[in-house]
């Protein structure tokens, strides 16, 4: 099964900090990296992707960051705020493929 | 707004039975899928359906079956259910219309025992 690795797998910031989650992917083929995200007792929903034709993909306080050589992306969270606090899934999927997820990262936002 | 359905929403069953967990959807589109969501493994596929009629294999498929009767429902069914499958199921959907975005259903909570 192709992989996708998520880290930290829990991470607690202050309200207002940036809160950096992880994803590495194996296959080269990979072309699509969305972000979901799922508040406690709900189901995934998709927050942001990313398409590799650029590096970076912004949408309010949320931004995705790629690193093609690295085959590793990052979701950077701006001024985090309680109501963030949610399990992240990371994903990746090719034209030939169907999405992988990622294990997921427990984001908690201390006020 | 995409709306995907799911049925029972919670259920406890005893080892060894059957289960079919059940998937409407009325967002037209054309693939659905079965996850399984576990503390620490994120969500794992299981099977998926790309048309009516037709089902294919996840990364996880031994122990399930799954039908597609038609393109808005799509059933997974646990014919002898085991200890292991007590996880969260959840139900998505995508097509054309949405690029690759998965809608998910609200989930079932399986308990076996």
């Known amino acids: 099964q192709q992989q996708v690795r998520q880290s930290p797998q829990s991470l607690t910031v202050w309200e207002g900090e940036t809160a950096i989650l992880n994803c590495s992917y194996e296959?080269?083929?990979?072309?699509?990296f969305p972000w979901y995200h799922q508040f406690p007792g709900e189901s995934p929903a998709l927050l942001i992707a990313i398409r590799p034709v650029s590096n970076k993909k912004e949408d309010g306080r949320f931004t995705i960051f790629f690193n093609k050589r690295e085959k590793k992306f990052s979701l950077h969270i701006a001024d985090s705020q309680p109501g963030d606090s949610a399990t992240y899934f990371c994903?990746?999927?090719?034209?030939?493929?169907?999405?992988?997820f990622g294990q997921g990262t427990s984001l908690s936002v201390v006020p | 707004e995409a709306a995907v359905t799911q049925s029972p929403r919670s259920k406890v069953a005893v080892t060894g039975g059957k289960v079919t967990l059940s998937c409407h959807q009325t967002n037209n589109h054309d693939y659905m899928y079965w996850y399984r969501q576990d503390t620490g493994h994120g969500l794992r596929l299981i099977h998926y359906s790309y048309v009516a009629d037709s089902t294919e294999k996840g990364d996880i498929p031994d122990g399930y079956k799954a039908s597609r009767p038609s393109q808005e429902n799509f059933s997974l069914i646990l014919e002898l259910a085991s200890l292991s499958q007590t996880a969260v199921y959840f139900c998505a959907s995508s097509g054309t219309n949405s690029g690759n975005t998965l809608y998910f259903g609200e989930g079932s909570r399986l308990i076996v025992v």
């Open positions: 994903a990746s999927s090719s034209s030939f493929s169907k999405l992988v």
């Open positions: 296959d080269s083929t990979f072309d699509y």
